[in-house]
């Protein structure tokens, strides 16, 4: 009451309701999770999400993105600054890609399984020209700047739907 500033009845039902159906339902042992109809798919979409995610190699970028951005031209000192710097633009560019991922989940355009599927095709590409690049110096002078818009591209994909996804997506798959 102290923290609504008035009648929080209505809440207060709705958890003890939330609460007393968590009861009813009973709980699943591990054994169940693996021969129970229905909650061996629903386990291992859950766990493979997670795994997947890390496979998609954002962490990578991001643990390396100074030698990355090195490797692209760059000095330490441009790499850091802001708002100019690429690794604070890469920032930037991850939370338009989560903005964007969480319009579009519930929309009539998005859904999980759409999302993750356009992502790694969005991620996909980006990842080959930029080693295609890096290692040949197929565009010349130009190679840099393209590396850098290859990296901008894959963190927009990965935060569009890889980024936010696998949380809450296995949440929602053991609801019934």
């Known amino acids: 009451q102290r923290v609504r500033g008035g009648d929080c009845e209505a ?8 609460l007393r159906e ?3 339902a009973g709980q699943v042992g591990y054994v169940e999770l693996f021969t129970k109809e229905g909650l061996r798919k629903r ?10 995610q890390q496979l998609t190699g954002v962490n990578a970028f991001l643990g390396f993105q100074t030698e990355i951005f090195q490797s692209a031209g760059y000095s330490t000192d441009e790499i ?18 989560c903005v964007t ?12 399984k759409c999302q993750l599927l356009s992502a790694s095709a969005f991620m996909g590409p980006p990842l080959i020209l930029a080693a295609i690049c890096r290692y040949t110096n ?28 696998p949380w809450f997506y296995p949440a929602e798959l053991f609801t019934r």
């Open 11 to 18: 809440e207060l039902e709705l958890i003890d309701q939330a």
């Open 22 to 24: 968590e009861r009813e």
């Open 43 to 52: 386990l291992f979409v859950a766990c493979y999400l997670q795994a997947a």
């Open 80 to 97: 850091t600054k802001i708002p100019s710097g690429p690794a604070f633009i890469v920032q930037m560019v991850f939370i338009v890609g």
């Open 101 to 112: 991922g969480l319009l579009l989940v519930d929309s009539k355009y998005g859904g999980r």
């Open 138 to 165: 197929g565009f010349g002078n130009e190679n840099y700047k393209l590396i850098e818009f290859m990296v901008y591209l894959f963190s927009f994909g990965f935060q569009m739907a890889w980024g936010i996804v």
